[in-house]
Every structure is written in structure tokens, then in C-alpha cells.
């Protein structure tokens, strides 16, 4: 049914904690998910080898380093065997409620209805942050005047 997605940051200290939790709460997702893990930063192959999870070391990366989402979405539809994708960052701890919002929405609205919804709230989302960050910026006069 999903097919979920992930560049965990290197698996250091605390860090390392938070990732390791939050993706194996995805492993005790049901129904099961396919998970794949993408990036080689340190730690990432043994977590996909230690839960069994599919792994991809390499991803295109800008100037900066910084890993393409693009890529990752390209990659993940390339060799995920399902019609859902879904990238999740890979602090985020999902519960049982998370497949049972997925199921009610395709049953509502159907698998295909999902990816406008999703493409929406994605668009929502990074207005939100593009906002969040108009507004401190237009703070900083007043905080530096």
C-alpha cells in the first residue's frame, strides 16, 4: 500500500536515538510499509541492514551537499513496489493512527485523490515555512533597531 522514504541524518549520539526510534516505528506499522532508506551518512546502511529495510546510498546532492528531493522521489518510485509514496523525515515517530488516516482517505477519495490532497498540503506547508521566515525577517529591524 506505502511505500515510505527517508535520508536520515548520521546516526551520532542523540541523534542517533531519535532516528533509530522513529524509524523502527515504522517497521511496526500495519499494514506493513516498504521502507527504504536513502544517503550515506554514517550509521544509515547498518540501521537498513539491522531492520531489514531496503537501502540506496546514493542520491544526487547540489552544490552544497545537500541531498535532491527530487532525486529521492525519483529513486523511491523507480524501486518501490507500491502506488503511495510517502517521505518521511526520519525523526518523526509514526503511530498506528498514521495507516489508519491513509486507508480512511483512499477509501474516501481514492488512491489517485490522495496525491493532489498531498501535493496541497505539501504546498501549504512550505508557505507556512516561507511566512514563518517573511515574518522574522521583517522583524529584524525592529529587533536590531
Known amino acids: 500500500m506505502l511505500t515510505i522514504f527517508a535520508s536520515p541524518k ?17 517497521t511496526l506499522l500495519r499494514p506493513t510499509c516498504e521502507i527504504i532508506l536513502m544517503g550515506n551518512d554514517e550509521g544509515t546502511a547498518e540501521i537498513a541492514a539491522e531492520l531489514d529495510l531496503r537501502y540506496v546510498p546514493d542520491i544526487a546532492r547540489n552544490t552544497f551537499g545537500t541531498p535532491l528531493v527530487s532525486d529521492m522521489f525519483k529513486q523511491a518510485q523507480q524501486l518501490g513496489s507500491n ?30 485523490g490522495l496525491s493532489p490532497v498531498a501535493a496541497i498540503l505539501i504546498t501549504i506547508t512550505a ?12 522583524r529584524i529591524p525592529f529587533v536590531a533597531g
Do not use: P
Open 10 to 26: 548520521a546516526f551520532r549520539g542523540h541523534t542517533a536515538v531519535i532516528q533509530r526510534n522513529a524509524i523502527r516505528s515504522w
Open 83 to 112: 502506488n503511495l509514496f510517502c517521505y518521511v523525515n526520519s525523526d518523526i515517530i509514526l503511530m498506528r493512527d498514521f495507516m489508519q488516516a491513509i486507508q480512511r482517505a483512499e477509501a474516501r477519495i481514492g488512491l489517485y
Open 127 to 138: 508557505l507556512g515555512s516561507v511566512g514563518a521566515w517573511l515574518a522574522s525577517v521583517a
